[in-house]
Every structure is written in structure tokens, then in C-alpha cells.
């Protein structure tokens, strides 16, 4: 795995819900899970890949530039509507019916960027963070290119740059341990407490994540912590579900976690991506319920922020 390169997918500038500040998210390619209400499909996989957006195509009023670009003979125009073959997508390196789109119907996902061009874009954003930003690895899960995420925070670190991150921790533990020492400020998921549950919703199970948080409030880690549960109604909404999340946190020694409503803001993605959205027809929990989860944090003497409102 490289140390002095990675995949990445976006960078945003002037995030203020990722961190304390103001700050540039680094969206890294790779995850090692796939959580069934994903906002962010298109960084599974740790390579590039195609996205294809319907509502910007053109094929409809007779633009075919892609289809003679394809190496596969992957994408077909039938009246007015085109299809592509994923199976040949998925293992197609040049993805050229992107370059050929000047649409941005086919796009590329993923830019390889080394740890100088990234250290060069957030010194380039560096003026607008102000006294408490800095830059928040995201993804996907930034461990899915940890040897790349070390070198990249260790370097910020000694340019005196605030180092946060948003991941679910399911990682070898000395790797996380290892790599945590350069990160100041860390989101990590959890998402069911139940293993085989966890297993059925997000492809693998919990025990390792629940270990790397416990490992790393016992460890000498200086930062800080806030656990996050994305909060879906008819799979771990339940009382039962989060007591036993506040029973971990007081056992583990965790002070801080933030419960995220769920939505479908990333649905569209996922038919960019070509793959079927199965969480279609779940709902979001009502602010009612929200409120009445956050006091069963809140009554056994946790700090409980909902949604955006973690204080930094």
C-alpha cells in the first residue's frame, strides 16, 4: 500500500459540522464496510470507477460521442436512453467515455494525489480555517489507505495543522492505535450493538470496532472523541439497542456521542453507481424520538448532541 499517494474522491472546503473550526475534508477512496444507508457509495471500492448521472445525459437529443469511446462495447443508446454494462465498467481502466462526456454524465471517481499535492491544497485553504481548524480525513473510511492516512496526518501535524477524522474504526488494532497518535479530534461510528445485526446492515460485525474505541481510550491518546450513531428507525432506534450503546460508553470510559438522524441524501449516488438503493422506504426518526433518545444519554451523565450540534 502506498505511503506516498492515495485515492480521493472529493475535497470540500469550508466544512464546519466535520470538526472544530472551519475546514477542508479529504474524502479518501475505500471502505471496508457497506452500510445499507451509505451517503457515500462511490467510495467502496479503492480504485476509480464510473458514476453516470441520467438527468445530465444527452443521448436523448442525439449525443453519442461516448459510445465509440468505450474499448468494451459497454454502453448502448436505444431510443434516446443509454445503458451501460457495469461488468465491463468494473474492471475498465481508462474509463475514457468520461474524458469523451462534456456533460459530466460519465465521470471519473477517484484522483490519485500525492502527500505534497494534498499538503499544497490545504495550505491553499489554510487563510479561511481560522484559530481551531484544519483538515478532516473522511471517505469511505480513510483506514481503507492507512499507510497513506499515517504519512499524510503525521506530515500536517509537523506544519502545525489540526488533524480530525471520520471513521469506523474497523481496522487491525495496532494499525489504529499506530495511526491515531497523529489524529487530534475523532468521529467514530457505531452503529448497532448487536453483532449479527451489525453484520446484516453494514457487511461485517462490531466486535472489532468496539474493541479499537475501548483500546484507544485506555491508550495514551491525547485527543478527543465522539462516538456517532446514525439513527435508523426499525434497526437500532430502539431503546434497547442504545441503552446498551450508553452501557459500552460508560464501561469503555467514552464522555461524547452525537446521534446523526438518517436520511437519503445520498440515494442518487447510488444509481450513479448502479446499485439499488435499500433504503428506499425507511424513515427518518421524528424529533420527538430523537429528543428522547438523547435524554437516555443525557440521564446517565453523557454528553448527547443530535445532528449538527456537536460543540467544538
Known amino acids: 500500500m502506498d505511503r506516498l499517494s492515495g485515492l480521493i474522491f472529493d475535497i470540500q472546503s469550508h466544512s464546519i459540522h466535520d470538526g472544530p473550526g472551519n475546514r477542508t475534508t479529504v474524502f479518501m477512496k475505500g471502505c471496508r464496510l457497506s452500510c445499507a ?5 462511490e467510495s467502496w471500492q479503492a ?9 445530465r445525459c444527452k443521448a436523448g437529443q442525439g449525443c453519442t460521442r461516448c459510445v465509440n469511446q468505450c474499448p468494451y462495447q459497454a454502453i448502448s443508446i436505444t431510443d434516446g436512453v443509454l445503458t451501460l454494462d457495469r461488468a465491463h465498467c468494473q474492471v475498465c481502466t481508462e474509463l475514457s467515455c468520461a474524458r469523451s462526456c462534456y ?14 499535492q494534498l499538503l499544497q491544497r490545504l495550505e491553499d485553504d489554510r487563510d479561511f480555517w481560522g484559530q ?16 497513506f492516512l499515517e504519512t499524510l496526518a503525521q506530515r500536517c501535524q509537523k506544519l502545525g495543522i489540526h488533524t480530525a477524522i471520520e471513521t469506523a474504526a474497523f481496522i487491525r ?3 489504529f492505535l499506530q495511526v491515531m497518535q497523529h489524529i487530534d479530534f475523532a468521529f ?17 460485525e462490531n466486535e ?28 437500532n432506534d430502539d431503546e434497547e439497542n442504545m441503552q446498551k450503546v450508553a452501557d459500552f460508553m460508560k464501561l469503555a470510559g467514552a464522555q461524547e456521542i452525537n446521534l446523526l438522524p438518517f436520511h437519503r ?48
Not at 481551531?132 to 499507510?147: E, I, K, Y
Not at 467514530?188 to 461485517?204: A, C, E, L, P
Not at 468496539?210 to 481510550?217: G, K
Not at 433504503?279 to 449538527?308: I, N, Q, T
Request: glycine share 8%; aromatic share 10%; with cysteine.
Open 37 to 41: 444507508w451509505c451517503a457515500n457509495p
Open 47 to 55: 480504485h476509480e470507477q464510473l458514476m453516470f448521472s441520467e438527468t
Open 103 to 116: 456533460f459530466e454524465a460519465l465521470k471519473r471517481c477517484g484522483k490519485r494525489m500525492t502527500v505534497e
Open 132 to 147: 481551531d481548524g484544519g483538515v478532516t480525513f473522511s471517505g469511505g473510511d480513510p483506514f481503507a489507505q492507512h499507510n
Open 173 to 175: 488494532t495496532d494499525i
Open 188 to 204: 467514530v461510528d457505531v452503529k448497532h450493538m448487536d453483532s449479527q445485526r451489525h453484520h446484516q446492515y453494514t457487511g461485517v
Open 208 to 235: 472489532l470496532i468496539l474493541h479499537n474505541i475501548q483500546a484507544l481510550l485506555r491508550s495514551s491518546w491525547p485527543g478527543r472523541l465522539v462516538l456517532r450513531v446514525p439513527v435508523i428507525a426499525g434497526f
Open 265 to 312: 441524501l445520498g440515494e442518487s449516488k447510488w444509481r450513479q453507481t448502479g446499485k439499488d438503493y435499500p433504503a428506499r422506504e425507511w424513515r427518518a426518526p421524528d424529533e420527538r424520538k430523537m429528543a428522547e433518545l438523547a435524554a437516555l444519554f443525557s440521564d446517565r451523565g453523557l454528553h448527547c448532541y443530535v445532528g449538527s450540534e456537536t460543540p467544538f
